[in-house]
Every structure is written in C-alpha cells, then in structure tokens.
C-alpha cells in the first residue's frame, strides 16, 4: 500500500484502518512544509476510499490511478496561498451550488 510513500507510520496505520473498516472521514486538512508528501498523502488516502479491490489502495485500477492523480470530481484540494486556513475559506471551496 505505502511503498511509495517513506516514513510517517501514524499517517500509514490510519489510513489502513480507514481502509480495513471502509469508513473514511468527510475531510482531512494536511498541513506542513513545501514538499513533504502533502499532496501525495491525499491521493493515498483518496486512492484508498474509492479503490475496487479488496486490498485498498491497489494503485492499479481505473479509480485509484485517478485519485492518486487527484483527477476524480469528488476530490478537492486546496492550497492556499497565505499561511492562514480559516474555516470560512473551507466553507467556501467546499459548497455545492
């Protein structure tokens, strides 16, 4: 699942216990320094939530090689230009019109 992906076990163990249980949150906020793997992480963690095989994240199936490219509708990021994330900016990217 992860052998692209080096360090951070916590990050690791929670998104496989999202992925064992199918019950994923409706929203992550991944945050840290330029280059850490933040974009990365989010397309495992979508990989993971949309995958057709029985061990989430194949990377190999139609869904996850589009959610690992963060190129599905149902999955937004967003990165902000300033260091400061107010939930009103979340409440504005995230509404449906």
Do not use: Q
Not at 8 to 18: G, L, P, Q, R, T
Not at 34 to 63: M, T, Y
Not at 77 to 85: A, I, L, N, Q, R
């Amino acid at each position: 699942m992860f052998e692209n992906f080096a360090g951070n076990e916590y990050f690791k163990n929670a998104v496989k216990k999202m992925a064992e249980s199918e019950r994923f949150v409706h929203s992550i906020i991944l945050e840290g320094p330029d280059g850490i793997g933040k974009h990365k992480a989010a397309g495992i963690i979508s990989a993971a939530a949309v995958c057709e095989e029985n061990n989430p994240p194949c990377e190999k199936c139609r869904k996850c090689r589009l959610a690992m490219s963060l190129s599905l509708a149902d999955i937004s990021v967003y990165s902000p230009e300033k260091t400061v994330f107010s939930i009103k900016t979340v409440r504005e990217k995230i509404r449906v019109d």
